[in-house]
């Protein structure tokens, strides 16, 4: 029988910055030569800035994906903590709420991280009010890239346009969250992370075509 201590660990809130940091990173090892290079024949060893992989290179870029929406869903309830903290309207159950976006009540995740969740600190920093578009790529992008990572699948053949579209389309989220939170607010000079997609003027081309 399992007791309260079977699984002894403990755990700490990830700092902030560090998600921006390691999204900063990845985010340019994808819009790389390297990156590119590592989707083709022959299977060799990966290097990314946060890591050697010696496995294959599909499952690193699943590895990548997984942790880059792991990320952006970590840091905008982070970003959300500290905004409801800095509007005076935090509190008990608040807290607890935004731990558990499902408490929120809809069906679908994304309704509750980017819309509830935000509208519970305040009305406007809602996705779906701030870029109704966005939010609607946003629900495609759950459908059909962060349910399938998450839910047992992993990228088959995948090509490194179809990649940078999904890293580009989580640097639009971060853009969002950037204009009702400062990552300077984070530690002086975070501000730097901002902009990500500006930073990488390569990334502007692919998208726009």
Known sequence: METPDTFTMKFQNIPLINLRIEFDKTYAFIYSAEAEACLKPSIK???TPMLIWRGMPED???LLLQRAV???EAYLHGALLHTSAILGNISAELVTKLKNPFSFGSKSA???IYHNMPAAVH??????HFDGELYKSTVTFYRLVRNPIF???QLDQPEISSIRKAFSHLARLYEWIDYWYNPEKLIKGGGKF???RSRYPSSQVKDAS
Do not use: D, F, Y
């Open 194 to 196: 901002a902009g990500v």
């Open 45 to 47: 060893a990966i290097q």
């Open 123 to 128: 009305e406007e920093l809602s996705l779906k």
């Open 70 to 72: 792991l990320g952006i």
């Open 60 to 62: 690193l870029m699943t």
């Open 151 to 153: 839910h047992g699948n």
């Open 110 to 112: 994304v309704a509750n």
